[in-house]
């Protein structure tokens, strides 16, 4: 509860009260109980009762934050991170979540180009950097373009479609709306 050695009384039976209500074994929890109990005879009545109610309102926001975190959890499979389970029964420290969650959740992957064709899984397509000319305006800006190649028997290519991508950078996309273009084109070639 409190991220340090507790300062004064009343931050030590907030801290016996937190104890006792999330100890692993009841023997724990009586221990820090009796704790508090003692250290509450040095505070006065008010003392204890803001005391109850600092811990009663951490412990709310705690639970309701494990709630959402066990949102998170059930989006993860247990195939990708060995913590789920442990994670699903609420039995560790928001700490240690924090620390799993940084190590285990799979961070999204750089876009690049080969990733891009490789994830379509097609051949016959290249992904290529161009300038394009607006016609109206004159002006050029880089964009994308997907091709469709088919090599001729003289070692040279014919490109059957293209897909012009109106953004800069790859990094404007996700790795999947980049695949879904791509897969558009090669739909639209290899089903004409």
């Known amino acids: 509860m409190h991220s340090e050695t507790p300062q004064n009384t009343q931050?030590?039976?907030?801290?016996g009260l937190y104890l006792a209500i999330t100890a692993d074994t009841d023997e724990k929890s009586a221990e820090a109980l009796e704790?508090?109990?003692?250290?509450?005879?040095?505070?006065?009545?008010?003392?204890?009762?803001?005391?109850?109610?600092?811990v009663a309102a951490f412990v709310k926001q705690e639970r309701e934050l494990r709630r959402d975190l066990s949102d998170v959890i059930s989006i993860i499979s247990p195939a990708e991170t060995p913590f789920s389970r442990e994670a699903r029964e609420m039995n560790v420290s928001l700490h240690e979540w924090e620390v799993a969650k940084a190590k285990y959740i799979p961070k999204p992957k750089r876009v690049t180009r080969e990733a891009i064709i490789d994830a379509i899984g097609c051949p016959n397509l290249v992904l290529e950097?161009?300038?394009h000319r607006d016609?109206?305006?004159?002006?050029?800006?880089a964009g994308f373009v997907f091709s469709y190649l088919k090599?001729?028997?003289y070692?040279?290519?014919e490109v059957l479609g293209q897909l012009e991508v109106d953004h800069p950078r790859l990094?404007?996309?996700t790795l999947?709306?980049?695949?879904?273009?791509?897969?558009?084109?090669?739909?639209?070639v290899e089903n004409a």
């Open 176 to 188: 999947e709306q980049w695949v879904e273009n791509g897969q558009m084109l090669v739909d639209q």
């Open 155 to 157: 070692d040279d290519y």
């Open 35 to 54: 704790l508090a109990r003692h250290l509450a005879q040095e505070l006065n009545y008010a003392e204890v009762q803001a005391a109850k109610r600092n």
């Open 151 to 153: 090599r001729g028997i």
């Open 135 to 141: 016609v109206l305006y004159g002006e050029h800006t």
């Open 11 to 15: 931050e030590a039976v907030e801290l």
């Open 129 to 131: 950097r161009v300038k």
């Open 171 to 173: 990094k404007d996309l």
